[in-house]
């Protein structure tokens, strides 16, 4: 059988269902192509939106798409609540950094100066301050650093609204791309595992890539399908059940010793404990270790003891896309195939706010005819990456 559209989504996790809704918000008419959407990373995912926690020293670029994918939040929700009245999941909880030891709150310190440089906002808290806010953390701890507008999403319930949305506006397929080729016409032929073809004007690969060469064969020249390619960092994470509501009421980041560790509690009484961080070179086992989830507990105990009474719901382990600089790749590789993936650690603050730049430039572009040049892959998250490089 084959299929025809405008454009053509390949993969429905974070990154291709936000590229979908963004085109279905500007009139577009797509098909996603994935045989399990919502069941990759973004299903294990914890849905932290969170540049607060999560930013580097040094990397004020990456700090300031962070901050800005995060305010942009708000706006993306409005957009899924326009096209359905259910919760999509957003929860607006802020988050507390604390910390046991001095090395550790020094931590604290240092990364409050760079909030600041950045124009982010978070209090340092003493002990006292700190056991006021949330009384469930352990009287070891020492202080703590409180942001307010790290907030977080269940990424369960909203993958579940998007894929419905898409569904009720558009197509998916359920299939693999086996292989994309590009007509004589200048369009693309997309080739299924069940044999059917798929074929559109203009195609987003949002499935992470580890050899884009797999699916592209031929089509990318070799430092294109090099610059692409994604390395699998595998992170265990775990779900609990707080049925006698001894949790905390904020999201929890411990740091002991410089490892870190969160506490996610969600409306509907799950928790979630996370995560692991390992650089591997194949995505081959996605059952999680006994190490990693022996890791994780003691850590996440240690910071917030009444989680030893709560109940195991649920061990996984998923592989954050990665890219060789760890930003997303957002851009056009040829005339009319596009690309969005590789949010590594960030896909949830970051995919719906990239998927809009994309759409964006998609749109400005529409007419114009652009030469094939490696440099144009990265223009789109230029602003962000220039100052990083040096240039
Ligand atoms: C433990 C853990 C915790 C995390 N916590 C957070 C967090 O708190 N906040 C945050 O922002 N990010 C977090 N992340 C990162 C986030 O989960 C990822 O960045 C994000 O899920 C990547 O989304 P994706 O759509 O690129 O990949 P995926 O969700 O893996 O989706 C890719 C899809 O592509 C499909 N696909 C693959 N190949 C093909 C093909 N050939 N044809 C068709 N379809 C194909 C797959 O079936 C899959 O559905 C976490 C990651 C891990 C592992």
Redesign the pocket.
């Known amino acids: 059988m084959e299929s025809d559209s405008e454009f053509i989504v390949?993969?429905?996790?974070?990154?291709?269902l936000s590229v979908a809704i963004e085109l279905l918000d500007h009139g577009h008419d797509l098909i996603v192509?994935?045989?399990?959407?919502?069941?990759?990373?973004?299903y294990?995912?914890?849905?932290?939106?969170a540049p607060a926690s999560e930013v580097n020293y040094s990397e004020v670029l990456m700090g300031k798409l962070l901050i800005e994918a995060a305010q942009y939040w708000d706006d993306f929700v409005k957009v899924l609540e326009s096209y359905t009245s259910l919760d999509c999941g957003y929860e607006r909880r802020a988050t507390l950094l604390s910390a046991t030891e001095h090395g550790d709150f020094d931590e604290l310190m240092r990364l409050q100066s760079f909030h600041k440089e950045l124009g982010i906002e978070s209090h340092l808290m003493g002990r006292s301050e700190v056991l006021d806010l949330e009384p469930t953390l352990s009287p070891k701890v020492i202080g703590g650093l409180y942001t307010p507008k790290d907030y977080q999403v269940d990424n369960r319930v909203v993958l579940g609204r998007m894929i419905e949305i898409v569904e009720g506006h558009a197509r998916i397929v359920r299939a693999?791309?086996k292989r994309v080729v590009r007509t004589a016409q200048g369009r693309y032929q997309l080739r299924l595992d069940n044999l059917d073809v798929v074929e559109g004007e203009r195609v987003v690969l949002?499935?992470?890539m580890i050899s884009p060469e797999e699916?592209l064969s031929g089509l990318l020249d070799e430092d294109l399908a090099r610059a692409v390619a994604t390395r699998p960092v595998r992170?265990?994470?775990i779900r609990l059940r707080d049925t006698q509501k001894i949790g905390p009421s904020v999201c929890v980041r411990s740091i002991r010793h410089g490892r870190w560790n969160y506490i996610v509690p969600r409306t509907s009484g799950e928790v979630v404990v996370?995560?692991t961080q390992e650089e591997v070179p194949l995505m081959n086992n996605s059952l999680p270790k006994a190490g990693g989830v022996f890791d994780l507990l003691y850590d996440a105990i240690y910071s917030v003891p009444s989680l030893r009474e709560m109940e195991i719901v649920e061990l996984s382990?998923?592989?954050?896309?990665g890219t060789y600089d760890n930003y997303p790749n957002v851009g056009e590789l040829l005339p009319n195939l596009y690309i969005h993936?590789g949010?590594?650690?960030?896909?949830?603050?970051?995919?719906p706010y990239t998927a809009s730049l994309l759409v964006q430039a998609i749109g400005r572009r529409s007419n114009a005819n652009f030469s094939v040049r490696l440099q144009r892959f990265t223009e789109i998250l230029d602003p962000y990456r220039r100052l990083q490089d040096g240039r």
């Open positions: 390949v993969g429905g996790g974070v990154a291709g192509v994935d045989p399990d959407p919502g069941g990759g990373t973004s294990v995912a914890a849905g932290m939106l693999r791309v949002c499935n992470p699916v992170g265990e994470i996370g995560a382990s998923g592989y954050r896309p993936s949010h590594y650690r960030h896909g949830f603050l970051l995919a």
